[in-house]
């Protein structure tokens, strides 16, 4: 018997208010969609088929990497019952299971959702929908029960003072029997309060025709949240992020205020380290054990190997940093930056593709662009690489050992060979071999009594 998913997407989401589709608003850093597709995946449907609408152009671009899915335009959207109809021809002679999800609700889990098709399909029921008991059920449909049973879900709009009341939510995750789904949702009116067509008037059809019904209460109703405003953006991110926090925790790292650590889902942290209040670590990050990442500091897509320090306020993307690295404060690396073990990065300093080498120091003010840097190599204050010729990026290599002073300027393409030494303020033109001095400021002169000179003359 196949399963079959569909996926709900093309709404305008209203209350986001928003030039961008719901759907694509991000937790954790992926689109709300992307968490969705992640978690019909683990069931390994046989087809899976996405409703866009508003912004369908946008949103099956951002879903053009998926192979296999197929997408369905419904114009104009008149409802979710509407929703589900324009996908009859993709499913046409198609039979057995179809999972029905919200592209607005990403934190349903893969084992709630396997749950989900194994009652719906071991019962033998009609349609399965999955509920939750909560506090707060303001804005989501209400599961009306007669006894035990499932007798219809009420739109807050529509629902008396009573059925406001209830607290059990409709999450707007079911599963159907394909066997006679359309036509029974081609029966659904669209009289009610917003005049459209609402899908979980199905339950109550089917109810009528005593065909079985069944609302699956899961245990923890964080999963079903949906995301119509920004305000539950915000509410599931934290939800996510504490998730992710409590997991770091207790793998050993330590979170100084799991509040205002941002760290996303695919990111690892080894044990020992320390995260310091305001720290976002986002993407495909990796983190060392035995590391100490201090306030203010952002780090996207890099590898980050053991006992590492990074100072407060430092931006990290797409670089590597190798065992017992200290950076910062206020360092910028990005762009396929290696900084290899012991080095330093030290205050407003700027990595872009630049190899550092082992044990070598950039301490204070400078910039080193596509620059290969050797070992145990001195880059003095304010040196910087010439990189930009205003036509093209030419490279900067630094051997072994060599010691740049300050305030220097490399202009690339150029090699200071190892052990080399670049005298404070030379302005670097040519290659300097191995072993050589290379100062290009004139010798210094001095006038003797020059400022009393002046001021007499005035
Ligand atoms: C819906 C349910 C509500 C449930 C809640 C759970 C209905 C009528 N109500 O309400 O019972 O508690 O979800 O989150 O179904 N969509 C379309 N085409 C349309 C309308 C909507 O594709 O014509 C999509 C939306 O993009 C969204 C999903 O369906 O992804 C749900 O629509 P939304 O308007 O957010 O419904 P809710 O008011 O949240
Ligand atoms: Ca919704």
């Known amino acids: 018997m196949g399963t079959h998913v569909v996926i709900l997407a093309a709404g305008k989401g209203t209350r986001m208010k928003s030039a961008r589709p719901k759907v694509l608003h991000r937790v954790a850093g992926q689109p709300l969609i992307e968490h969705v597709l992640a978690s019909a995946a683990t069931i390994h449907p046989n087809s899976t088929t996405i409703v866009i609408g508003h912004q369908a152009d946008v949103l099956e671009r951002a879903l053009s990497p998926h192979q296999n899915l197929g997408f369905v335009v419904q114009e104009p959207q008149l409802g979710t019952a509407h929703a589900l109809l324009v996908t009859e021809p993709a499913l046409h002679g198609q039979t057995g299971t179809l999972v029905l999800l919200s592209g607005d609700v990403p934190l349903l889990s893969p084992r709630t959702l396997r749950n989900l098709v194994e009652q719906h399909q071991s019962t033998g029921a009609a349609a399965s929908v999955l509920t939750a008991m909560v506090d707060d059920p303001q804005g989501y449909g209400r599961i009306v029960r007669s006894g035990e049973q499932i007798a219809r879900i009420v739109e807050e709009k529509d629902a008396t003072a009573s059925?406001?009341?209830?607290?059990?939510?409709?999450?707007?995750?079911?599963?159907?029997?394909?066997?006679?789904?359309?036509?029974?949702?081609?029966?659904?009116?669209?009289?009610?309060?917003?005049?459209?067509?609402?899908?979980?008037?199905?339950?109550?059809?089917?109810?009528?025709?005593?065909?079985?019904?069944?609302?699956?209460?899961?245990?923890?109703?964080?999963?079903?949240?949906?995301?119509?405003?920004?305000?539950?953006?915000?509410?599931?991110?934290?939800?996510?992020?504490?998730?992710?926090?409590?997991?770091?925790?207790?793998?050993?790292?330590?979170?100084?205020?799991?509040?205002?650590?941002?760290?996303?889902?695919?990111?690892?942290?080894?044990?020992?380290?320390?995260?310091?209040?305001?720290?976002?670590?986002?993407?495909?990050?990796?983190?060392?054990?035995?590391?100490?990442?201090?306030?203010?500091?952002?780090?996207?897509?890099?590898?980050?190997?053991?006992?590492?320090?990074?100072?407060?306020?430092?931006?990290?993307?797409?670089?590597?940093?190798?065992?017992?690295?200290?950076?910062?404060?206020?360092?910028h690396l990005r762009n396929e930056t290696d900084v290899r073990a012991n080095a330093r990065v030290g205050n407003f300093v700027e990595l872009k593709k630049t190899v550092l080498g082992a044990g070598s120091k950039a301490n204070h003010l400078t910039y080193l662009g596509d620059a290969t840097i050797g070992e145990k190599v001195n880059i003095g204050a304010g040196t910087i690489t010439c990189n930009y010729d205003g036509t093209n990026k030419n490279p900067t290599v630094i051997e072994d050992g060599a010691f740049i002073g300050s305030d220097s300027q490399l202009i690339a393409p150029v090699t200071i060979g190892a052990g080399a030494y670049v005298g404070s303020g030379t302005t670097i033109r040519a290659d300097v071999p191995a072993g050589a001095l290379a100062i290009s400021a004139g010798r210094q002169r001095v006038i003797e009594n020059w400022v009393v000179e002046r001021k007499r003359k005035k």
Do not use: W
Request: with cysteine.
């Open 163 to 331: 059925e406001r009341a209830i607290r059990e939510i409709n999450s707007g995750i079911y599963a159907f029997a394909l066997e006679g789904l359309f036509d029974a949702v081609r029966s659904i009116a669209a009289e009610n309060a917003q005049n459209e067509y609402y899908l979980p008037d199905l339950f109550a059809i089917y109810r009528t025709k005593g065909l079985g019904v069944q609302a699956i209460i899961v245990s923890n109703a964080d999963e079903i949240r949906g995301i119509n405003s920004r305000a539950e953006l915000a509410a599931v991110s934290r939800v996510v992020r504490d998730e992710k926090n409590a997991e770091l925790m207790a793998a050993g790292v330590t979170i100084e205020d799991p509040a205002t650590a941002y760290i996303d889902r695919d990111v690892t942290i080894g044990v020992d380290t320390i995260v310091h209040p305001g720290v976002s670590i986002e993407g495909r990050t990796t983190i060392g054990a035995g590391c100490e990442i201090h306030s203010g500091v952002r780090i996207v897509d890099s590898q980050i190997g053991d006992r590492v320090t990074v100072l407060n306020h430092c931006l990290i993307t797409n670089a590597r940093l190798a065992d017992d690295v200290r950076i910062g404060p206020f360092a």
